[in-house]
């Protein structure tokens, strides 16, 4: 899909305009004005400002997204006030469709600018030119829980943090079948790009990942200043196939030697096998107290696998991924549904996208969906549809705060799903 020529949204142009704002894309072949852009976002989110090979790389990285910038030409400097980037990547549904979701990151705006509408507008512009493009549902993570709510977002996937007292648990899960060995990021990326497509693949709310969202889990970029301690330890199966890898960082303490924390960047299984492996592997380390771990989903099966259940201890359970669905009808019949059923839902959407009357009717668990005049049996904001859409277990609980009205246990019973969705990075 042609998305990186789709033109500046009019509405956000004209908003920005009368108040002396200029929105523009960003031609990502113009070292000069890219950098200033990537300036702007690394200062949005009070990162280091990048050095050269960090804009380097960023520039690699990054030129294949849609770039948007808000300047305000009153001052003179290179970078936007605003930022903003976007491209379509391969979300996983339940039953394991592809779906392409508008996905959108570094939206930033300067302190000096703040809450005078820009991330309004910039967020306005993506949700249009998305919808523009027939892109079903739009995605993201977040910075901060509030701020999405108001667009039509709602939180579908968990994460969860654990940090695992190494000395206290022993291994209780099965014995490993295949080889575990150290690699270098260099080498093995390629190969980590295939097992993270078969992770991402494999579970509802995983999202296909471009190059640099996967160089980022195998090994650390230019100028993080930790880079020289990360390790990466790959998982073969007995016949040799790549099946999963584990990159992380180890800590020293201060005073006691034998109790390093370990700091998992990512770890990586596309099979039961790797990831009991690389668990076991990362529990059973010598001179280690600690493992921490984050962006794991409700679902990780550490208290099964340790003799100890309190020893893991989940840390936090976080909102991770915000679907805003944009199509209705495409979004709900790219998905499929455990059981059969029909429903008449009521979407109430304030922007205007996605609201109406639809029945959605699952037979041999694929959904018809078509707008409707019949009495309705649930009634929800688009947030709360984005919120239920992959499978998590949210409809009651946003039915007792009253955010979803009407039959909320049938609207349950037809989107959850056994396994619960998860995204196990950040975008
Ligand atoms: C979040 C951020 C982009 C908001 O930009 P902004 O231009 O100040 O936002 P706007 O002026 O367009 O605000 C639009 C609405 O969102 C609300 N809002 C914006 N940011 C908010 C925040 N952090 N917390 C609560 N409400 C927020 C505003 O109050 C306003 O509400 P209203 O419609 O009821 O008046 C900006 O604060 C920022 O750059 N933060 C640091 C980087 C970051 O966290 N980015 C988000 C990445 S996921």
Not at 28 to 57: N, Q
Not at 353 to 367: K, M, W
């Amino acid at each position: 899909m042609d998305f990186l020529s789709q033109p500046i949204d009019p509405t956000s142009e004209r908003d920005l305009s009368a108040g002396g704002l200029r929105l523009a894309l960003v031609d990502t072949t113009d070292a000069d004005a890219f950098d200033g852009w990537i300036r702007a976002d690394f200062r949005g989110f009070h990162s280091e400002r990048p050095k050269k090979e960090v804009l380097e790389e960023a520039r690699g990285y990054l030129g294949g997204r849609r770039t948007t910038g808000v300047y305000d030409d009153a001052i003179p400097a290179q970078e936007p006030v605003g930022t903003v980037n976007s491209w379509v990547a391969p979300l996983t549904v339940p039953g394991g469709e592809r779906v392409d979701a508008w996905a959108i990151s570094s939206v930033t705006v300067a302190p000096t600018h703040r809450r005078r509408g820009i991330a309004r507008a910039l967020l306005g512009s993506e949700l249009r030119s998305a919808h523009e493009l027939g892109i079903p549902l739009a995605i993201l993570t977040v910075s901060e829980s509030v701020i999405y709510g108001r667009w039509g977002f709602g939180p579908a996937t968990y994460a969860t943090s654990w940090t695992i007292d190494t000395k206290r648990v022993r291994w209780a899960g099965t014995e490993m079948t295949g080889r575990l060995s150290f690699t270098d990021p260099e080498e093995y990326r390629d190969t980590a790009e295939g097992v993270l497509d078969r992770v991402m693949a494999g579970r509802a709310g995983e999202i296909g990942l471009e190059t640099y969202l996967a160089h980022r889990l195998t090994g650390p970029l230019k100028g993080d200043p930790e880079a020289d301690k990360y390790r990466l330890v790959r998982y073969d199966s007995l016949s040799g196939e790549p099946e999963g890898f584990v990159s992380y960082l180890v800590k020293g303490d201060e005073v006691d030697f034998t109790r390093h924390t370990v700091e998992v960047n990512y770890l990586a299984a596309a099979t039961d096998d790797a990831l009991t492996a690389l668990w076991r592997y990362l529990l059973e380390l010598d001179l280690v107290a600690n493992v921490k771990v984050w962006t794991r989903g409700v679902d990780e099966p550490l208290p099964a696998l340790v003799s100890d259940i309190r020893g893991a201890q989940v840390t936090s359970v976080q909102d991770h991924l915000w679907v805003r669905i944009l199509d209705v009808p495409a979004a709900l019949q790219a998905r499929s549904y455990e059981r059969d059923g029909s429903l008449v839902l009521e979407v109430a959407d304030d922007f205007g996208i996605a609201d109406g009357r639809y029945r959605l009717t699952v037979t041999d668990g694929r959904a018809e969906v078509a707008a409707t005049d019949d009495a309705t049996d649930v009634t929800l904001p688009v947030n709360a549809l984005g919120s239920v859409y992959l499978g998590h277990d949210t409809a009651r609980g946003l039915a007792v705060a009253g955010r979803i009205q009407g039959d909320a246990d049938a609207l349950d019973r037809l989107f959850r799903t056994a396994v619960p969705p998860r995204l196990s990075t950040w975008f």
